[in-house]
């Protein structure tokens, strides 16, 4: 069965760890529910020049649900794989489905009070995706809020992540107690008018 067409609407938790070198994101999400139910992620964003500009962009990501992997292809040409989600205490670890370690990663710490953060805050192209398959780029509007604490996730051992990231120091780590986040229809651009 197909996975549902965008929009999709997901609510969760999780950690957001902005790093300078590599320049990117590294997030660490629980869904509580989405159009395919409850799953968990773990991705690593980067900004990539398409041809409208930079924009972010997933570059490596995986999930523990089949339709997840299924609807973020399709929708939004986002190049997700399936790897499953081992959680004890604050301690994560992510393995291929072969058993092969994925990433170890270390999440907690959350301090201070939680303070409302709106995407519509943000510049509308920090808050696109542009991603490129074999179809052409797609760039995607995502909305959504959160309330947002400091926290802390490390990476402990991850060796499909970049290398750099093991054991590197964030410039801010956020912890996302709860979030409503939406994944609008995207924009293509066929592969024809991109090569």
Known sequence: MPAPP?????????????????L???????YASSPVGPYDELLWLRLRISPRGPFPSVERIVVNVPASVEG??????????????????????????DGALYARLRVG????????LRLGWLPRRLRTL???????WAWTPVTG???????????EKAPELPAALHGARPLLTLGLPRFRLVF????????????
């Not at 990117?24 to 629980?30: C, N, Q």
């Not at 399709?74 to 794989?81: A, D, E, R, S």
């Not at 542009?130 to 052409?136: K, V």
């Not at 609008?184 to 991109?194: F, I, V, Y």
Request: overall charge positive; hydrophobic content about 40%; aromatic content about 8%.
């Open 109 to 116: 710490g959350l301090l201070g009070r939680t303070l409302p």
């Open 72 to 97: 973020g292809r399709h929708n939004w040409g986002i190049p997700k794989y399936r790897a499953e989600f081992d959680w004890q205490g604050e301690q994560a670890e992510v393995r291929w489905p």
């Open 145 to 155: 809020e959160c309330r947002v604490r400091l926290a802390r996730l490390q990476v």
């Open 6 to 22: 965008a929009p999709w609407t997901l609510r969760g938790s999780g950690a957001v760890a902005l790093f300078a070198r590599p």
């Open 24 to 30: 990117g994101a590294l997030m660490l999400i629980r």
């Open 184 to 195: 609008g229809a995207a924009d293509r651009e066929d592969a024809s008018h991109t090569a």
């Open 130 to 136: 542009a991603q490129h398959d074999e179809r052409g």
